[in-house]
């Protein structure tokens, strides 16, 4: 083997075609975020801020460190005539409308991954029904885990056939900053949901809707309670893949017990190494992630703009 060519399979992830100037798969895995996870596409004038008006309320902020369970919505049926943000049970719709299931999210804003790539860890835990935002089926578990910059996907032993326990979703996906908000504008029409009790937050991103929402009123910590009181989360809403499967073009993950308890790296992003080797095979859930696996049924080509993996501007898409 030649020296160039030595060189290439030292730098070839496993899995996965060498990286060229036109087809690099970490720029495929490079996803425009509005800023929440990147900064990609996020240039002057507004950096991806989005801008405040003098009568919209404070910004609502994370804790340094949380935990929280939650129930996930997958609404198949009238979200057009009831859009989010929902309360739990989605006021307006029936359970033939939507389907329910749960997961869990850890964040802690303070870790510093050991090779110093980027700050702060998240996992979102799906249990039984992994996030419906990819064009397949989502009926098995998985977590995203973020680390630092680097994010990875994990699946666990109800994974479909053929898949890996771990890939590596992005090198630059870091978990959202405490004041991941400020990128999203003040919805006010929204924020009239669950009786005017929360602050909402969205925008479609060159199509998918993205979206927050926090209870109003400040209350006390349930797990701190020598903390400040704060505004907690009560809902992340945003747009599945609306092909069938999964069947989702409204998702809402409502928040359940929301508390500043710091998670345990032993339950929690120690799985990164348990599951993953040092470089993990590139993912390929969205359409255009691997190009040269494109002819499986399950990379089906989705109906333009629904895909995170392809967003426009922020701003534009469904109103």
């Not at 060189?7 to 990286?19: E, F, I, Q």
């Not at 666990?156 to 990128?183: E, V, W």
């Not at 797990?223 to 999964?246: E, I, K, L, N, T």
Request: aromatic share 14%; glycine share 8%; proline share 14%.
């Amino acid at each position: 083997m030649g020296l160039a060519a030595t060189l290439l399979a030292a730098c070839t992830v496993p899995g996965n075609p060498p990286p060229g100037p036109r087809d690099d798969a970490a720029e495929r895995h490079y996803y425009n975020t509005g800023g929440v996870h990147n900064n990609k596409d996020c240039g002057p004038p507004n950096n991806c801020i989005a801008p405040r008006k003098p009568s919209d309320p404070t910004d609502p902020a994370f804790p340094q460190w949380w935990s929280s369970e939650w129930t996930m919505y997958r609404v198949f049926r009238n979200e057009d005539k009831f859009p989010p943000p929902y309360s739990s049970p989605p006021a307006g719709l029936t359970p033939a409308d939507y389907e329910v299931s749960y997961g869990a999210s850890y964040y802690d804003d303070s870790y510093v991954p050991a090779d110093g790539d980027g700050r702060g860890a998240m996992m979102e835990y799906y249990d039984k029904r992994c996030l419906p935002i990819f064009p397949m089926k989502n009926d098995f578990s998985c977590s995203f885990v973020s680390l630092g910059n680097k994010a990875y996907f994990l699946r666990y032993s109800d994974r479909p056939p053929g898949t890996p326990a771990c890939c590596q979703f992005s090198l630059m996906n870091h978990p959202p900053r405490r004041d991941f908000i400020k990128h999203l504008p003040y919805d006010p029409a929204r924020s009239m949901h669950l009786g005017g009790t929360i602050q909402a937050y969205a925008q479609y991103m060159g199509g998918p809707l993205f979206g927050y929402a926090f209870e109003k009123t400040a209350k006390p910590d349930s797990y701190d309670p020598s903390a400040a009181p704060y505004r907690h989360p009560q809902s992340f809403f945003f747009s599945g893949d609306p092909g069938s499967p999964p069947d989702a073009p409204i998702v809402s993950q409502n928040y359940r017990n929301f508390r500043m308890q710091k998670p345990d790296p032993a339950k929690t992003w120690a799985q990164v190494p348990e599951m993953c080797t040092p470089r993990p095979e590139w993912c390929c859930l969205f359409t255009g992630d691997c190009p040269e696996r494109e002819t499986e049924p399950s990379l089906r080509a989705t109906r333009p703009g629904s895909q995170w993996n392809k967003l426009g501007k922020p701003g534009e898409g469904a109103k």
